[in-house]
């Protein structure tokens, strides 16, 4: 998380996750410019990620990858290519986009 607020010092990143142990431990530091944003208990389907690989498998579903390094490189390339919109329409979940307005973040 250290690198993610380095490398977006200028904007308030809110990061969704589950709750596993490792999320809530005593000793995780969360930097200022982050916010984490809990989902409920046993629903990955509120997940914006797993609409995202979603979205990815449908254009790795049918290919053949020699390695590791050639999936690695054809994921890199598929995250290059999706746009703002896109990925907003893929994680703008109403109950993300509600606890934003709430906050006055969004």
């Known amino acids: 998380m250290n690198e993610f607020a380095a ?5 308030l990143n809110i990061i969704q996750v589950d709750n596993g ?6 000793k995780l530091q969360v930097p200022e410019n982050i916010i984490l944003l809990f989902q409920p208990p046993h629903s990955p389907e509120l997940n914006p990620i797993e609409r995202v690989w979603e979205h990815l ?9 020699d390695n590791l ?3 690695r490189a054809k994921v890199a390339e598929l995250l290059a290519q999706l746009t703002s919109e896109v ?5 703008g979940y109403d109950f993300i986009l ?3 307005s ?5």
């Open 7 to 11: 490398s977006n010092p200028d904007s």
């Open 21 to 26: 142990l490792f999320h809530k431990a005593k």
């Open 57 to 65: 498998k449908q254009d790795l579903k049918w290919e053949l990858f």
């Open 69 to 71: 390094e050639h999936l």
């Open 87 to 91: 990925a907003a329409s893929l994680t």
């Open 98 to 100: 509600n606890a934003l």
């Open 102 to 106: 709430v906050a006055n973040i969004f």
